[in-house]
């Protein structure tokens, strides 16, 4: 049984981190891409960045770019997304993906991926 177990949430200021995890059980991991996404309340979700298989391709959403860092360990079938300068919209449930992809592209598009983690709280104060 897959699972992504998404962690490290929480209720932030503006201008402040937070680092998310995303643990992954029931797959190989290493030939997953891997992909965040965001939903606000009463919003699509939507893509907010991926990485390759091998960490060695990355894309991010405009918003994000220069704030944001995904990365990953694949001992560990771990993702990481690294978030700084948080702002009040950055606020959303953040879900972690797996796309079976062992291209150097990253895909920006939700169909692709397979498995979906439930999610974690991320809240901006202002």
């Known amino acids: 049984q897959v699972q992504l177990v998404e962690s490290g949430g929480g209720l932030v200021q503006t201008g402040g981190s937070l680092r998310l995890s995303c643990v992954a059980s029931g797959l190989t991991f290493s030939s997953y891409a891997m992909g965040w996404f965001r939903q606000a309340p009463g919003k699509e979700r939507k893509f907010v960045a991926a990485i390759s298989w091998n960490g060695g391709s990355t894309s991010y959403e405009d918003s994000v770019k220069g704030r944001f860092t995904i990365s990953r360990d694949n001992a560990k079938r771990t993702v990481y997304l690294q978030m700084n300068s948080l702002k009040p919209e950055d606020t959303a449930v953040y879900s972690c993906?797996?796309?079976?992809?062992?291209?150097?592209?990253?895909?920006?598009?939700?169909?692709?991926?397979?498995?979906w983690g439930q999610g974690t709280q991320v809240t901006v104060s202002s």
């Open positions: 993906a797996a796309d079976f992809n062992l291209g150097n592209e990253v895909l920006t598009t939700q169909r692709p991926y397979v498995y």
